[in-house]
C-alpha cells in the first residue's frame, strides 16, 4: 500500500520551533521527490520546499519557497524513507495544514501541486502570536 504519514505538528509560540517528519512506504522512495506544501483556512494549497530524488540523471536539488527561505529547512533520509521539515522562527501566518507528497515519476524537484502523485493526510500547524 502506498502511503504517506505526517507527524510533528502542534501549538508553537511566535518565533518558535518545530520539525515535521514524512515516512512512506509502498514506493520508489530513494528516487522519488519529496515536497512539502500547506493550506490555510480558505486559501489554496501552496509549496513550502522540496527536494529531488537520487538517480544517474538526477542531481541533488533542493527548492524553497520565498516566505521559508532562510527559516526552513527540508532533508531526506533514504534509509529510513523519511523527509522532514525543520522549522524555525515560526510567524502566525505559517499556521496551516502541512502536506507532505511523492513525485514518483521525475525525481525532478517541483513547485507545481499536479507534479506529484502521492500525498499524505496533513499534519495541523498553529502558531500562536
Known amino acids: 500500500q502506498v502511503r504517506l504519514v505526517e507527524s510533528g505538528g502542534g501549538l508553537v509560540q511566535a518565533g518558535g520551533s518545530l520539525r515535521l517528519s514524512c515516512v512512506a512506504s509502498?514506493?520508489?522512495?530513494?528516487?522519488?521527490?519529496m515536497g512539502w506544501f500547506r493550506q490555510a483556512p480558505g486559501k489554496e494549497r501552496e509549496f513550502v520546499a522540496a527536494?529531488?530524488?537520487?538517480?544517474?540523471?538526477?542531481?541533488?536539488?533542493?527548492s524553497y519557497a520565498d516566505s521559508v527561505k532562510g527559516r526552513f529547512a527540508m532533508h531526506r533520509d533514504n534509509a529510513e524513507n523519511t523527509v522532514y521539515l525543520q522549522m524555525n522562527i515560526l510567524k502566525p501566518e505559517d499556521t496551516a495544514v502541512y502536506y507532505c507528497?511523492?513525485?514518483?515519476?521525475?525525481?525532478?524537484?517541483?513547485?507545481?501541486?499536479?507534479?506529484?502523485?502521492?500525498w499524505g493526510q496533513g499534519t495541523q500547524v498553529t502558531v500562536s502570536s
Open positions: 527536494v529531488s530524488g537520487y538517480g544517474p540523471r538526477t542531481p541533488y536539488a533542493d
Open positions: 509502498g514506493l520508489p522512495f530513494s528516487s522519488a521527490a
Open positions: 507528497a511523492a513525485d514518483t515519476s521525475t525525481g525532478w524537484t517541483s513547485r507545481v501541486i499536479s507534479e506529484y502523485d502521492v
